[in-house]
């Protein structure tokens, strides 16, 4: 089973910009669909960002869209996100999970249905 490890959160001013890495432990490329989620203090979990590694597709929710960017790295075996103009309500514990392919990738990202998950980096907007 793929293993996953979170890097690159920390604290930043409203608007500016952060980067977050995902390390796999095995390729993800075409086996499974890859997203990113977040968790804020004292709400539920929530998917952010959704890559269909087959076909480089990428899902983003309305609070994220135009901002953020979820790109893989197939040779590093690495899961981004590049989150710009970021925005106090961006505060959180951010997750990266993957779930192999079968049934909606889309819709077990909207309920939280991911299969396999990194330990969080926390990110805090001010």
């Known amino acids: 089973h793929v293993q996953l490890v979170e890097s690159g959160g920390g604290s930043v001013q409203a608007g500016g910009s952060l980067r977050l890495s995902c390390a796999a432990s095995e390729h993800t490329y075409s086996r499974y669909c890859m997203a990113w989620f977040r968790q804020a203090p004292g709400r539920e979990r929530e998917g952010v960002a959704l890559l269909h590694t087959s076909e480089g597709r990428a899902t983003y929710v309305d609070a994220v869209r135009g901002r953020f960017t979820i790109s893989q790295d197939y040779i590093k075996r690495t899961l981004n996100l590049q989150m710009n103009s970021l925005k106090p309500e961006d505060t959180g514990i951010y997750y990266c999970?993957?779930?192999?392919?079968?049934?909606?990738?889309?819709?077990?990202?909207?309920?939280?249905?991911?299969?396999?998950w990194g330990q969080g980096t926390q990110v805090t907007v001010s």
């Open positions: 999970a993957a779930d192999a392919y079968g049934g909606s990738c889309y819709l077990k990202m909207r309920r939280v249905g991911f299969g396999y």
